[in-house]
């Protein structure tokens, strides 16, 4: 069983600084996988980044970084040089190796201000 | 297609109503996920096929909820007899293959309203 938590309802972020959104997740898999996906409000849910649970490298997309403590169970998302169209609900999830069913938190709404 | 659509973009039934809603995956995409996502909430799964096969069908809330995907491809969620707590964005995605670490790409989803 896998779940995700985000602990964050909402963040605001001024355009060009720099947001992180927190995920913790927990998971019986030995081996999984994690997304941070991104959700505007025309609803088309797109990927953001991707993190492979057994390489200890973080994954990077561009402006787009994570903070992976494979420990603590803690998947963070670093948006930096915000811009207004990252303004969207943001879900954390985690998906096993078989054929990648996907557990989601309940999304971090965020505002990006001019 | 370019992505993955669905239909109708929104559909409001009386309660007791039976709805379908369809979903066109990505040509040549082998596996299919339905999810709900209630207001303000994440998505949740509901089922997943390989082909025209339903390998996990787990979440689905109750036996008023069908999936089928008869030729592996075009999907169809049914719900019979709606009920208010059915009322939710139903979202599709289809993936390449299926593999945890395959992107899951999803279509704009179905907005159902029960009254």
């Known amino acids: 069983a896998q779940t995700v938590t985000q602990s964050q309802p909402e963040m605001s972020v001024q355009e060009a600084e720099t947001v992180t959104l927190s995920c913790t997740y927990d998971t019986s898999e030995s081996d999984y996988y994690l997304f941070w996906y991104k959700q505007p409000p025309s609803r088309q849910m797109i990927l953001v980044i991707r993190q492979e649970a057994y390489k200890q490298q973080n994954a990077t997309e561009n402006r787009f970084s994570v903070n992976f403590q494979k420990a603590a169970k803690s998947f963070s998302l670093k948006i930096s040089d915000s811009q207004l169209g990252d303004a969207a609900m943001y879900f954390c999830?985690?998906?096993?190796?078989?054929?990648?069913?996907?557990?989601f938190g309940q999304g971090t709404i965020l505002t990006v201000h001019p | 297609g370019a992505g993955v659509s669905q239909s109708p973009r929104y559909k409001v039934a009386k309660r007791g109503q039976d709805v379908a809603l369809r979903c066109d995956p990505i040509s040549g995409h082998v596996s299919l996920f339905w999810y709900q996502q209630a207001l303000g909430q994440g998505p949740e799964f509901l089922t997943y096929?390989?082909?025209?096969?339903?390998?996990?069908k787990s979440g689905l809330p109750s036996d008023r909820f069908f999936a089928e995907r008869p030729e592996g491809s075009v999907s169809t969620l049914k719900i019979q007899r709606t009920q208010q707590e059915d009322s939710a964005v139903y979202l599709c995605?289809?993936?390449?293959?299926?593999?945890?670490?395959?992107?899951?790409?999803f279509g704009p989803g179905t907005r159902l309203t029960v009254l």
């Open positions: 999830a985690s998906g096993g190796t078989s054929y990648g069913k996907l557990t």
């Open positions: 096929f390989q082909n025209e096969a339903q390998l996990d």
């Open positions: 995605a289809s993936s390449l293959v299926g593999a945890g670490h395959n992107e899951q790409f």
